[in-house]
C-alpha cells in the first residue's frame, strides 16, 4: 500500500509539472493546429476585391502596421510614416480575441477606434509560408456599408 500512495504521488507530481493543456480550439500551439501564428506580423500588402472590382495597398509606403498574436488575442496598430499636418495624423488601432482550428482563423474585434466595427466576427483562411502570413476572408459591416473579400499578406517580424 505504501508504494502504491508514493506512486500515485509521484504520478500527480509529473502531471502537475507538464504545465497546462491547450485547447486545440484556441490559441495556435493545440494539437489540432498545424499553423503557429503567434508573434509580431508586419503587413506588406493588403488586396481588397469589392464587387469585382480589386485595389491593393502597399503597406509599406507611407504607413506601417503591425499585428501582434499571443496564445488568445490579437493587436493591430497601424499608422501614417509622414508628418501629420496636426496632432491627429493617421492612426488606426484594434483587437479582440481569435480562434484558430486548423487554418480556420475567427478575429473577434473586441476593441477598435470606430465603434461600429466592435462586437464583429470576422473570418479567414490562413496560410505560413516560412516568414509569410497570408490572411483571406471576407469583410462585412452592415453599419459602415462594407462587404468585400480581402487578402493580406505580412513578414513575421524576427526579434
Not at 508586419?42 to 488586396?47: D, E, I, N, V
Not at 464583429?120 to 462587404?147: A, C, H
Amino acid at each position: 500500500m505504501k508504494y502504491l500512495t508514493t506512486a500515485i504521488v509521484l504520478a500527480m507530481l509529473l502531471a502537475a509539472c507538464t504545465g497546462p493543456a491547450t485547447s486545440p480550439t484556441t490559441g495556435p500551439t493545440g494539437p489540432a493546429n498545424s499553423i503557429h501564428i503567434n508573434g509580431t506580423w508586419r503587413l506588406l500588402s493588403g488586396t481588397t476585391i469589392t464587387r469585382g472590382d480589386s485595389a491593393v495597398t502597399d503597406y509599406t509606403k507611407d504607413q506601417s502596421m503591425v499585428k501582434i498574436v499571443n496564445d488568445t488575442y490579437f493587436a493591430f496598430l497601424r499608422h501614417g510614416l509622414g508628418k501629420a499636418r496636426d496632432s491627429a495624423g493617421m492612426y488606426d488601432a484594434g483587437g479582440g480575441r481569435y480562434t484558430l482550428k486548423g487554418n480556420q482563423y475567427t478575429e473577434y474585434l473586441d476593441y477598435y477606434n470606430d465603434k461600429n466595427w466592435e462586437g464583429k466576427k470576422f473570418d479567414f483562411t490562413v496560410s505560413i509560408n516560412n516568414d509569410t502570413l497570408v490572411q483571406r476572408g471576407v469583410e462585412k459591416v452592415e453599419k459602415e456599408n462594407v462587404d468585400r473579400v480581402i487578402i493580406e499578406k505580412y513578414l513575421r517580424i524576427k526579434e
